[in-house]
Nanobody, 126 residues
Framework: QVQLVESGGGSVQAGGSLRLSCAASGYTVNSYSMGWFRRAPGKEREGVAVIDSDGSTRYADSVKGRFTISKDNGKNTLYLQMNSLKPEDTAMYYC????????????????????WGQGTQVTVSS
C-alpha cells in the first residue's frame, strides 16, 4: 500500500528556511517522478517542484532559486529545502507520486499524480 507522510512544516519569519520531508512506503521513490505542491488559502493547489526518476528537476517560477527538491533513495524520502521564505509561500504543502513508473519528464498537472500525502502547513510571517 502506497503511503506518503509529510513533516517539517511550521511557522517562520520572512527570510527564514524550512525543510520539508516526505517519507514514502509501499514503493521506491527512485522509480517514480515525485512532486511538491501547495495550496494557499482561497487558491487552488499548484505545483512547486518536481523530480524525475533520473534526478532531473523543475520548479515553479515563483520558487526558482529559493527552493530545492531532492530525494534520498536509501531513506526512501523526498525533501523540499525552502530558503528565503516569503509570506506568499504560506500554504499547505503536499508531496505526491506520479501515477506511472519510469523515466520521463513529469509536469505539474495534478491529474498526473495519484498518491498524495496529508499535507504539512507552512506559515511565513512578515
Amino acid at each position: 500500500q502506497v503511503q506518503l507522510v509529510e513533516s517539517g512544516g511550521g511557522s517562520v519569519q520572512a527570510g527564514g528556511s524550512l525543510r520539508l520531508s516526505c517519507a514514502a512506503s509501499g514503493y521506491t521513490v527512485n522509480s517514480y517522478s515525485m512532486g511538491w505542491f501547495r495550496r494557499a488559502p482561497g487558491k487552488e493547489r499548484e505545483g512547486v517542484a518536481v523530480i524525475d526518476s533520473d534526478g532531473s528537476t523543475r520548479y515553479a517560477d515563483s520558487v526558482k532559486g529559493r527552493f530545492t527538491i531532492s530525494k534520498d533513495n536509501g531513506k526512501n524520502t523526498l525533501y523540499l529545502q525552502m530558503n528565503s521564505l516569503k509570506p506568499e509561500d504560506t500554504a499547505m504543502y503536499y508531496c505526491a507520486r506520479h501515477r506511472w513508473v519510469g523515466g520521463f519528464r513529469a509536469s505539474f498537472a495534478l491529474s498526473e499524480y495519484n498518491a498524495w500525502g496529508q499535507g504539512t502547513q507552512v506559515t511565513v510571517s512578515s
